[in-house]
């Protein structure tokens, strides 16, 4: 299961400058439950505190127990017998970064029905995203690996297993001189208020975060280039010869989906806050995986964190507009913009909703001890229809102020 592959780049050692976050200390649960799976944790673990290995380059390749898929422009993985080491972060050290920095300036993201952005790529990580272009800034890696630990925590002790979700092992800092650079290499190549935006997110400096995954964690939004190479048979049918490398069928992988969905519901977890919708929530296309799982956790919530009714339910929506929007992804890849289809909701997610959100709901129904509101929305399937739609309404529909308020 290999993505199209350059001629494999060497993998060099690179110093740290000093360890941020480390599973040992901060969740030494989840250190022993990892080291039934790898009896040599501890060893690669006292390696990599010290020196991390790097990638020459950010194209596609494979050496050895090492690979970069096509698309993943900020991780590399390194095989460890049982599922894989993430590398993410250590681009910044890349032979041929300012090529790839180049090519984010030129490239325009393209938007369904309203076409390309004004924004290159680069400036859409920096402007829309506040990311910092083939790199991430030490808060962004330290809050991707406490959001990670929080949830497989909470997996770990009510499920007894760990969850098909990254495992965090270590956040390492990269010398302030290695940021600096990395500036500098953007400096010409983003606009005024993008510049200011990643120097403000770096200001902390730049790091590299590896966490342990149970398989190489190809997306659903890389599958059309992935199904390209197994010719020109139905979709479905190169799917099934590509999540068969998985020991999966397509139908377990959506049923894995939903009910990893529903258990993170259950531990008291919303998969995106509102403020990652559209950005990087964890349920979209860029971060499911094709064996079931999620990765870039970043974007999940304690139920607890949230503090009005309103929030609540936006973010419950959106989990379920986010899952079947990767559900139909996935079953159909990349269809008509849903203004040529039909209209809004198009008649291929309306079919999606009907399927996707009862599977979810029934498999959550079987969770005790489920977080109030959880259990409130559940519960209003014994109200009307009517009755339902209006308690909902009321929060999701933005309340509208009197202008005499603003005289």
Same mark, same amino acid.
């Given at each position: ?84 080491? =993430? ?263 309306? =079919? ?56």
């Amino acid at each position: 299961m290999k993505g199209a592959m350059t001629e494999a780049p060497a993998i060099t050692a690179r110093s740290v400058e000093q360890v941020l976050w480390d599973v040992t200390t901060e969740s030494p649960e989840l250190h022993m439950a990892l080291s039934a799976i790898l009896p040599d944790l501890d060893t690669r673990l006292a390696a990599l505190r010290l020196n991390l290995p790097c990638a020459h380059g950010i194209n596609p390749f494979q050496s050895g127990e090492y690979q970069r898929p096509y698309r993943h422009l900020r991780a590399f993985y390194q095989d460890a017998g049982a599922g894989v080491l =993430a590398h993410k972060g250590t681009e910044v050290y890349a032979h041929d970064r300012d090529q790839h920095l180049a090519v984010l300036s030129q490239f325009r993201i393209d938007y369904p029905v309203r076409g390309k952005s004004l924004f290159s790529a680069a400036e859409h990580f920096a402007l829309v995203e506040q990311k910092i272009p083939l790199a991430i800034s030490a808060f962004e890696a330290v809050e991707d690996a406490k959001a990670a630990c929080m949830l497989q925590q909470a997996h770990l002790k009510r499920f007894g297993n760990l969850a098909c979700i990254p495992t965090p092992l270590l956040v390492l800092a990269w010398p302030l001189s290695t940021r600096d650079s990395h500036l500098a290499a953007l400096r010409s190549l983003l606009s005024e208020r993008a510049m200011r935006i990643v120097e403000t997110s770096s200001a902390d400096g730049l790091a590299a975060i590896i966490y342990h995954y149970p398989s190489l964690p190809l997306r659903v939004a890389h599958l059309p280039v992935e199904l390209k190479k197994l010719g020109n048979a139905p979709w479905l049918q190169r799917l099934a010869s590509l999540t068969a490398g998985y020991g999966l069928t397509p139908e377990q992988v959506v049923n894995r989906w939903i009910d990893l969905v529903a258990r993170m519901l259950a531990l008291g977890f919303l998969p995106g806050r509102t403020e990652h919708i559209g950005i990087g929530h964890c349920l979209e296309m860029q971060n499911a995986v094709i064996d079931g799982g999620f990765v870039d956790l970043g974007s999940i919530i304690p139920m607890a964190e949230v503090k009005t009714d309103a929030a609540f339910m936006e973010m419950l929506m959106a989990a379920f507009a986010d899952l079947s929007k990767t559900v139909r992804h996935f079953m159909l890849g990349p269809v008509a913009d849903v203004e040529a289809e039909y209209r809004n909701p198009s008649l291929l997610m309306l =079919a999606c909703l009907q399927r996707v959100v009862p599977a979810l709901l029934q498999r959550l129904r079987t969770y005790p001890e489920l977080e109030p509101r959880l259990q409130d929305y559940l519960d209003r399937d014994e109200a009307s229809c009517f009755t339902a739609l209006a308690e909902e309404f009321k929060h999701l529909s933005p309340a509208m102020l009197n202008p005499a308020e603003h005289a």
